[in-house]
T-cell receptor, first 118, second 109 residues
Framework: DTAVSQTPKYLVTQMGNDKSIKCEQN?????MYWYKQDSKKFLKIMFS???????INETVPNRFSPKSPDKAHLNLHINSLELGDSAVYFC?????????????????FGPGTRLTVL | GQNIDQPTEMTATEGAIVQINCTYQ??????LFWYQQHAGEAPTFLSY??LDGLEEKGRFSSFLSRSKGYSYLLLKELQMKDSASYLC??????????WGAGTKLIIKP
């Protein structure tokens, strides 16, 4: 019954490696997101994606790339990991991005993936 | 630029009332969200305001003043389980959420 799930929950890896984090939502939502939450607890949007449009936060390095095999999945691939990439990464989904009642704009978060780069 | 300001940390007593303030500056505005985040867990939705005024939901209420770029979250009858971070987020004209750093609320017996 999990609405938004992510795997793995914890990821420890060496600098320079390539890794992926998977996200799946079973809510039938149109839009999915990736956030990074650093040690200062700021939630920073990295990507938002629906069937029509990928919106990239311009501050995100191109080592990060979202991959969506279908509407229910949005995976995050990271190349050449750096120490500064250590953070908690949250996936989220919402029914739609634009307009409508508040329920359409509410974002549902996955449990997070704690990435530690050594 | 776009900015959300909220206090870093607040302390309150069990059974009391606490108000967490948030001011925002965004390019356009499509509503103000409050989320609760317990340590080590994901944020969960608490409230949404897009019109001026107070929205009450049980022990939690949220207020919005669009002209002042200001919102607050009011928590009544505080319980120990309310110890968490409270995140304010404003939705801009592109329907993207701009997040504050969160207010860590500490409840003391």
């Amino acid at each position: 019954d999990t609405a938004v799930s992510q795997t793995p929950k914890y990821l420890v890896t060496q600098m320079g490696n390539d890794k992926s984090i998977k996200c799946e939502q079973n809510l039938g939502h149109d839009t999915m997101y990736w956030y990074k939450q650093d040690s200062k607890k700021f939630l920073k949007i990295m990507f938002s994606y629906n069937n029509k449009e990928l919106i990239i936060n311009e501050t995100v390095p191109n080592r990060f790339s979202p991959k969506s095999p279908d509407k229910a999945h949005l995976n995050l691939h990271i190349n050449s990991l750096e120490l500064g990439d250590s953070a908690v990464y949250f996936c989220a989904s919402s029914p739609q991005t634009s307009g409508g009642p508040s329920s359409y704009n509410e974002q549902f978060f996955g449990p997070g993936t704690r990435l530690t780069v050594l | 630029g776009q900015n959300i300001d909220q206090p870093t940390e607040m302390t309150a007593t069990e059974g009391a009332i606490v108000q967490i303030n948030c001011t925002y500056q965004t390019s356009g505005f499509n509503g103000l969200f409050w989320y609760q985040q317990h340590a080590g867990e994901a944020p969960t939705f608490l409230s949404y305001n897009v019109l001026d005024g107070l929205e009450e939901k049980g022990r939690f209420s949220s207020f919005l003043s669009r002209s002042k770029g200001y919102s607050y979250l009011l928590l009544k009858e505080l319980q120990m389980k309310d110890s968490a971070s409270y995140l304010c987020a404003a939705m801009d004209s592109n329907y993207q959420l701009i997040w504050g750093a969160g207010t860590k609320l500490i409840i003391k017996p």
